[in-house]
């Protein structure tokens, strides 16, 4: 199939982008003290080029707990910062468009290097894992002041020059801790039994984003069903309640949704072949984000375990996108491994392109 349909320019609100591909926002470790190096900033640079837009790893707001790695950016401080400055500058001179994706970890495991956030995890139930409490529950003041703290980064981000914003709702970490019925328990305004009631977390979260912003700077939302916790989990069974779940979020200020899915090919509900960034656009009318496995054969949750991907075909995305089922297309490891990659796939030099392997992830190539 022709890939250049994914080479066409997208304009949404202030946000202009040159193709569709995005690189997907990966966690990578490198900012000592929550700080990006230059290494970091050369690190995106290099893609800015190739890539309609960039979405920066996980970066995160201020609260004590809200990281369980100490080499995660920070977005709040002022040497973080002025880091954040520093790569959005430098992408900028390199013809790059970018967004960074805020996030709060929730209640985590420990860091595999013992290392413990300054305070302790702190989630809608304290869980870890449903039926496992190792965090504390969130007080009504943790809840606004965490909701503030997102704001906060929104409107930081908007000040240093970043062309968006994205929220990080999705695997199991805290906003996608409050709309699981098996992380929140409360009983207060904060839980429910319905996903919308479990849902007012988020819908304020991206209230206050939004109004940090303002109207005019894009807004994207990154859910899951899948958590990192359970893969099998799905929030919303049926394209009902996925609309009753997604239709809040957007009149709240989600302007795309970024529908993550281990294999961006398999269908959300049965009776149809949409994905779940098909349904959140059908649904919404919303611009969608579709991501999960792009261009390689293995999904990243083995690959991160050390399992090696191999190039594969796009024919089944271009099928879907040229269908209009979603407007965007997430690219994770193809892109980490090969900053080159659309450059590659938009020529048809299909015999260049790099395996994925675990090896990438040890430097910031």
């Not at 090919?265 to 959140?280: H, I, R, T, V």
């Not at 490891?333 to 090896?359: C, M, N, V, Y």
């Amino acid at each position: 199939m022709d890939v250049q349909a994914l080479y066409q320019p997208f304009s949404l609100k202030s946000l202009t982008l040159k193709n569709r591909i995005v690189m997907a926002p990966m966690t990578r470790s490198f900012s000592p003290n929550g700080i990006p190096t230059a290494d970091v900033a050369a690190y995106y640079v290099r893609r800015a080029g190739e890539v309609g837009l960039i979405i920066s790893e996980g970066t995160v707001i201020d609260r004590l707990a809200s990281s369980n790695d100490p080499d995660v950016p920070h977005f709040h401080g002022q040497q973080s910062l002025e880091g954040w400055k520093r790569v959005i500058d430098q992408v900028h001179a390199a013809g790059g468009t970018m967004a960074p994706q805020i996030w709060h970890v929730g209640v985590m495991r420990p860091h595999a290097s013992g290392w413990m956030p300054p305070a302790p995890f702190e989630g809608p139930s304290g869980l870890v894992v449903p039926g496992e409490k190792t965090g504390t529950e969130m007080t009504d003041r943790d809840i606004g002041d965490t909701i503030a703290a997102f704001g906060r980064a929104a409107g930081e981000a908007k000040r240093l020059g970043f062309d968006a914003v994205e929220i990080h709702g999705a695997h199991g970490y805290l906003i996608d801790q409050f709309l699981w019925a098996g992380m929140n328990k409360r009983t207060d305004g904060w839980g429910g039994a319905t996903l919308p009631e479990r849902s007012r977390f988020a819908v304020e979260v991206v209230k206050a984003v939004r109004a940090a912003v303002g109207e005019d700077t894009v807004v994207i939302l990154r859910l899951s069903q899948w958590k990192q916790q359970d893969f099998a989990v799905k929030l919303a069974k049926t394209p009902e309640e996925m609309e009753a779940w997604l239709t809040p979020l957007a009149e709240a200020g989600v302007d795309i949704f970024h529908c993550s899915q281990r294999r961006f090919w398999q269908p959300e509900f049965e009776g149809s072949d949409l994905n779940f960034a098909g349904w959140a656009k059908k649904l919404t009318g919303k611009a969608t984000i579709t991501v999960g496995s792009v261009g390689l054969s293995g999904e990243f949750i083995a690959a991160f375990q050390g399992e090696s991907s191999h190039p594969s075909s796009l024919d089944e995305l271009l099928r879907r996108f040229e269908r209009g089922d979603f407007d965007l297309v997430a690219v994770g490891r193809a892109i980490l491994s090969d900053p080159q990659w659309p450059t590659k796939i938009r020529e048809g030099h299909s015999e260049q392109l790099r395996d994925f392997t675990r090896d990438a992830l040890a430097t910031l190539y």
